[in-house]
């Protein structure tokens, strides 16, 4: 086992204790019909109302959903799981209320509960049945809404609760802040490695996650390495270095929101133009695209993600790389908020052509990409783990149908699910970060 | 006043004010709804061009996805395609809208403008009975996905029935038909006949957003 396996190893253990850490929070059923309505309504917007009212139930959204896919059941179809926002959407906000109201059901507390299992375990917001829809119907961001609701319903599954009200109350993901920081850059710096940190001024700061900094280090580093190499003045700050926002996952608004503008406040005292965000889907969206919305402003500096970053270094020919000669072939996982979500698809494609990679698409890639599974905090939650498994196998069965030699992505989460999904299945087919690929691969 | 005096009388003008009005009301109630601006720096500026495009291919068959949903979205097509041909060129119809909007245009022959009907009839019942028993659609269906096909396939039925001489006298028939298409036009604001007003900008909304992401959606 090498270290980058023993340290998964340990973090499966550590995901595996998670929801004993969870405090319930007592509320009346009363209370949270309440507070998921009030959330639902300040939630939706015309888009949302457009959406809910062209709906035509015609079904289609199913074939897109992998986990509908994967198993057949008919409660996994995408617009199923929004069952409650759209009822109550039909009651309380929609045009012809007064007339629906009567023949529109009541949220019940028991119902919000019951569909805990199919916003959380079942979903992992992969739009890609937004890509399905012949109305044109976004569901995804309605997903949030959903999600939104139960959050404040207390309803967040307890694995994911622990990790929101850990990033909420204390500023850390999967308990790892400063310390933890600068322990594993500490042992990075052994082998080489130079992290300038807190820098008073730089011109990029760059983010990580704590499951770089528990699991994939190597991609810390990697990035690290690029930086030097380019000579570029950055920086890594230790009060906010986190990139992943878990409010955005659970469902929880004020969460989200606080832990985004913290990071805004950090970078803009820092006096940066850009920001890199490392290979993390969701904390691409959390920060290129709700970024700017949850601070309430236009952000200050340009968010990048690392392939972004890699792709025009490489392409304005300041990052240099040796291309392999191997005759290596790989296919790339599109993380679902950077690709589908988030618009980056070229990018890291660009540099894998660069490094002189025979590229392999899978059938289903780009705006058609399948999700690893287990995105969206999905991959935390205990309970589902079957079900991952099973949209995993979907996945599995794309890559290995590209006979690539190896699977590339650009997002640690999709990393460890598809390392959990292939250590379940025996699977043998290496995954690794581009990031990883770059650094070792600099032209001399 | 006989039935299809009435019929053709104050039944007709009030579902058409239900109709206009419902529909009038409905979309702009729903375009009232609050806009959130996204404060996101876009990464394409053509939420236009964006927008229309997605309004285009949302329309196009051969969607990579729909390997298993042949059947409903072919059938969509045919549907709608013979429904439009029976109502837009039968030559009574034409002169019903001549009478409205003060001009017409030329029809089919009977026998295509039957066959249509009668293909529309048909699918639209293989569609309902499809929904009542594919596990999909009859967990997400309610009573309005059935109301809504009915009230479309029974317009239609009557429309056939009349046109045979098959029911009753044809006055009695005409004035069936000319209610039952009035029970239409006084369900489509209530219901998800809706869709052929609001798909144009949820589609439209769907492309410009993504399109700022630069995502082709």
Request: with cysteine; hydrophobic share 45%; net charge positive.
């Given at each position: 086992m090498?270290?980058?396996?023993?340290a998964?190893?340990?973090?499966?253990?550590?995901?595996?204790?998670?929801?004993?850490?969870?405090?319930?929070?007592?509320?009346?059923?009363?209370?949270?019909?309440?507070?998921?309505?009030?959330?639902?309504?300040?939630?939706?917007?015309?888009?949302?109302?457009?959406?809910?009212?062209?709906?035509?139930h015609?079904?289609?959204?199913?074939?897109?959903?992998?986990?509908?896919?994967?198993?057949?059941?008919?409660r996994?179809?995408?617009?199923?799981?929004?069952?409650?926002?759209?009822?109550?959407?039909?009651?309380?906000?929609s045009?012809?209320r007064?007339?629906?109201?009567?023949?529109?059901?009541?949220?019940?507390?028991a119902?919000?509960?019951?569909?805990?299992?199919?916003?959380?375990?079942?979903c992992?917001?992969?739009?890609r049945c937004d890509?399905?829809?012949?109305?044109?119907?976004?569901l995804?961001?309605?997903i949030?809404?959903?999600?939104e609701g139960?959050?404040?319903?207390?309803?967040?599954?307890?694995?994911?609760?622990?990790?929101?009200?850990?990033?909420?109350?204390?500023g850390?993901?999967?308990?790892?802040?400063?310390a933890?920081?600068?322990?594993?850059?500490?042992?990075?710096?052994k082998?080489?490695?130079?992290?300038?940190?807190?820098?008073?001024?730089?011109?990029?700061?760059?983010?990580?996650?704590?499951?770089?900094?528990?699991?994939?280090?190597?991609?810390?580093?990697?990035?690290?390495r690029?930086?030097?190499?380019?000579?570029?003045?950055?920086?890594?700050?230790?009060?906010?270095?986190?990139?992943?926002?878990?409010?955005?996952l659970?469902?929880?608004?004020?969460?989200?929101?606080?832990?985004t503008?913290?990071?805004?406040?950090?970078?803009?005292?820092?006096?940066?133009?850009?920001?890199?965000?490392?290979?993390?889907?969701?904390?691409y969206?959390?920060?290129r695209?709700?970024?700017a919305?949850?601070?309430?402003?236009?952000?200050?500096?340009?968010?990048?993600?690392?392939s972004?970053?890699l792709?025009?270094e490489?392409e304005?020919?300041?990052?240099?790389?040796a291309?392999?000669?191997?005759g290596?072939?790989?296919?790339?996982?599109?993380?679902?908020?950077?690709?589908?979500?988030?618009?980056?698809?070229?990018?890291?494609r660009?540099?894998?052509?660069?490094?002189?990679?025979e590229?392999?698409?899978?059938?289903?890639?780009?705006?058609?990409?399948?999700?690893?599974?287990?995105?969206?905090?999905?991959?935390?939650?205990?309970r589902?783990?079957?079900?991952?498994?099973?949209?995993?196998?979907?996945?599995?069965?794309?890559?290995?149908?590209?006979?690539?030699?190896?699977?590339?992505?650009?997002?640690?989460n999709?990393?460890?699910?598809?390392?959990?999904?292939?250590?379940?299945?025996?699977?043998?087919?290496?995954?690794?970060?581009?990031a990883?690929?770059?650094?070792?691969?600099?032209?001399? | 006043?006989?039935?299809?005096?009435?019929?053709?009388?104050?039944?007709?003008?009030?579902?058409?004010?239900?109709?206009?009005?419902?529909?009038?009301?409905?979309?702009?109630?729903?375009?009232?709804?609050?806009?959130?601006k996204?404060?996101?720096?876009?990464?394409?500026?053509?939420?236009?061009?964006?927008?229309?495009?997605?309004?285009?291919?949302?329309?196009?068959?051969?969607?990579p996805?729909?390997?298993?949903?042949?059947?409903q979205?072919?059938?969509?097509?045919?549907?709608?395609?013979?429904?439009?041909?029976?109502?837009?060129?039968?030559?009574?119809?034409?002169?019903f809208?001549?009478?409205?909007?003060?001009?017409?245009?030329?029809?089919?022959?009977?026998?295509?403008?039957?066959?249509?009907?009668?293909?529309?009839?048909?699918?639209?019942?293989a569609?309902?009975?499809?929904?009542?028993?594919n596990?999909?659609?009859?967990?997400?269906?309610?009573?309005?996905?059935?109301i809504?096909?009915?009230?479309?396939?029974?317009?239609?039925?009557?429309?056939?029935?009349?046109?045979?001489?098959?029911?009753?006298?044809?006055?009695?028939?005409?004035?069936?038909?000319?209610?039952?298409?009035?029970a239409?036009?006084?369900w489509?604001?209530?219901?998800?006949?809706?869709?052929?007003?609001?798909?144009?900008?949820?589609?439209y909304?769907?492309?410009?957003?993504?399109?700022?992401?630069g995502?082709?959606?």
């Amino acid at each position: 086992m090498n270290g980058e396996q023993g340290a998964l190893a340990k973090f499966r253990e550590s995901l595996a204790a998670l929801g004993e850490r969870v405090t319930h929070v007592e509320m009346s059923d009363e209370e949270r019909v309440r507070r998921a309505r009030a959330a639902f309504t300040s939630g939706l917007d015309v888009r949302m109302a457009v959406d809910l009212e062209t709906c035509i139930h015609c079904g289609m959204c199913a074939e897109a959903c992998h986990f509908y896919e994967a198993t057949e059941d008919e409660r996994y179809t995408p617009i199923f799981k929004l069952e409650p926002l759209r009822r109550h959407y039909r009651r309380e906000l929609s045009p012809m209320r007064w007339l629906f109201r009567p023949f529109t059901r009541k949220l019940s507390a028991a119902e919000l509960a019951a569909w805990q299992p199919l916003v959380y375990d079942a979903c992992t917001g992969c739009g890609r049945c937004d890509m399905m829809c012949p109305m044109g119907i976004s569901l995804s961001p309605m997903i949030n809404v959903m999600r939104e609701g139960l959050a404040a319903a207390g309803l967040v599954p307890d694995e994911l609760q622990a990790i929101d009200a850990e990033q909420r109350d204390h500023g850390t993901v999967f308990g790892v802040g400063e310390a933890e920081l600068r322990q594993r850059i500490a042992s990075l710096e052994k082998d080489g490695v130079v992290i300038p940190l807190d820098k008073d001024r730089a011109d990029v700061v760059v983010l990580t996650t704590a499951v770089e900094v528990l699991v994939f280090g190597s991609t810390l580093a990697a990035t690290a390495r690029i930086m030097q190499r380019l000579g570029r003045d950055w920086t890594l700050l230790t009060a906010a270095f986190e990139a992943s926002n878990v409010g955005l996952l659970a469902g929880d608004r004020a969460a989200r929101r606080q832990a985004t503008r913290k990071l805004v406040e950090r970078v803009a005292a820092c006096g940066a133009g850009t920001v890199i965000v490392p290979e993390t889907g969701h904390a691409y969206q959390a920060l290129r695209w709700e970024g700017a919305n949850d601070a309430g402003a236009a952000l200050p500096f340009e968010v990048l993600a690392l392939s972004e970053f890699l792709a025009r270094e490489v392409e304005a020919g300041r990052l240099q790389l040796a291309p392999v000669t191997n005759g290596a072939s790989v296919t790339y996982h599109d993380p679902c908020r950077q690709g589908r979500q988030g618009g980056v698809f070229e990018e890291p494609r660009s540099v894998l052509k660069a490094l002189g990679l025979e590229l392999r698409e899978t059938a289903s890639n780009r705006r058609e990409n399948y999700c690893c599974g287990g995105g969206c905090g999905e991959y935390v939650i205990r309970r589902a783990a079957p079900l991952r498994q099973k949209a995993f196998e979907i996945k599995k069965h794309e890559f290995d149908s590209t006979g690539a030699d190896t699977v590339v992505t650009s997002c640690a989460n999709c990393r460890v699910n598809l390392a959990i999904g292939a250590d379940n299945s025996g699977w043998t087919r290496p995954v690794r970060g581009l990031a990883e690929l770059v650094a070792e691969n600099l032209a001399d | 006043m006989t039935l299809l005096d009435f019929a053709r009388g104050p039944a007709l003008q009030w579902s058409l004010f239900i109709l206009v009005f419902g529909v009038v009301w409905r979309v702009a109630g729903s375009l009232l709804f609050m806009l959130r601006k996204d404060l996101s720096k876009a990464r394409r500026r053509k939420s236009v061009q964006d927008g229309m495009t997605v309004i285009v291919t949302r329309s196009l068959p051969a969607h990579p996805f729909e390997k298993r949903i042949r059947f409903q979205h072919y059938s969509g097509y045919a549907w709608h395609i013979t429904l439009f041909i029976a109502v837009l060129f039968f030559a009574p119809h034409i002169l019903f809208f001549k009478s409205l909007l003060g001009f017409g245009w030329p029809g089919l022959p009977n026998g295509f403008i039957l066959i249509s009907a009668a293909v529309t009839l048909a699918i639209l019942l293989a569609l309902i009975i499809r929904r009542a028993t594919n596990p999909v659609l009859r967990t997400i269906s309610n009573a309005d996905d059935y109301i809504s096909v009915l009230v479309v396939a029974i317009a239609t039925l009557t429309g056939i029935l009349s046109f045979a001489h098959i029911g009753g006298r044809y006055e009695t028939m005409l004035a069936i038909h000319l209610l039952s298409v009035e029970a239409l036009f006084v369900w489509f604001p209530f219901g998800k006949l809706m869709h052929t007003a609001l798909v144009w900008p949820a589609r439209y909304q769907a492309g410009a957003a993504y399109g700022r992401r630069g995502v082709k959606a």
